[in-house]
């Protein structure tokens, strides 16, 4: 929500005032007076001017950046955010952090963690009460294009690896966006599959070559002893026993 306190010599002059700075029209406003104009002894001594309070919903975009540019100066670093339009898995709002270069390891995180919890945080505040859902993205440093850039790499070699052994190759743990972009890079390949093995905060790719057969044949159960056999067996127990 966007508020601003505006004065006017009247009520409608002070909401005018505020509708004009908040650059919106009276309909989309909701107006809180706070004081009624006074007039002064001859029309102008000791007069009180009205004050409102004008108010208009924010929208999913702007309380995005108002909410990390908040969570980033209670950081305590120097930072400016662009946002622009992206066509990722799902369309959404890229939000660009633009800090320092002595900033952007503790933006970023390991392995992004410190990026992922704020895209996170912001997703939830941004759509609270929201109607239709904005998705958002946050990255800093041009992160996210690196780090996917590492992990195609990273999935080709484990996939030319797990084919050329004919063995799995489980990949490091990593944290479950990293892990959806290697599922995703790899699930065009005919001739591996992937999985994922563990729980978090340890659950870990693996990649299968096709030919490998990863299902074990069940061991068979022994058949139950008949009753004949088992009065059998402990006739000959208690016979030792007593020997």
């Not at 108010?55 to 908040?70: C, H, R, V």
């Amino acid at each position: 929500m966007k508020r601003v306190v505006a004065t006017g010599k009247t009520v409608e002059e002070a909401i005018t005032s505020g509708l004009v700075r908040l650059g919106a029209s009276r309909s989309q406003a909701t107006v809180r007076v706070i004081t009624e104009p006074v007039k002064g002894l001859f029309g102008f001594i000791g007069g009180k001017d009205a004050e409102v309070e004008v108010s208009i919903p924010s929208t999913p975009e702007e309380t995005a950046k108002d909410f990390l540019a908040g969570v980033l100066k209670r950081m305590g670093f120097d930072w400016r955010i662009k946002s622009r339009s992206v066509e990722e898995d799902e369309p959404g709002i890229l939000l660009e952090i633009a800090c320092d270069e002595e900033s952007l390891p503790v933006i970023i995180g390991r392995h992004g963690s410190t990026l992922d919890s704020l895209q996170y945080l912001v997703n939830i505040v941004a759509n609270h009460e929201q109607e239709n859902h904005v998705r958002f993205y946050v990255d800093a440093g041009d992160y996210r294009r690196r780090r996917k850039e590492h992990l195609h790499r990273l999935a080709e070699r484990a996939a030319e690896r797990a084919v050329r052994t004919k063995r799995q190759v489980p990949l490091d743990a990593m944290p479950a966006p990293d892990r959806k972009v290697i599922h995703t890079y790899l699930q065009e390949r005919t001739d591996v599959t992937t999985s994922s093995e563990g729980v978090e905060p340890n659950r870990k790719v693996v990649v299968v070559p096709a030919s490998l057969s990863v299902s074990r044949p069940r061991r068979q159960r022994r058949p139950e002893r008949s009753e004949r056999e088992r009065s059998e067996r402990d006739r000959t127990e208690r016979s030792e026993r007593l020997q």
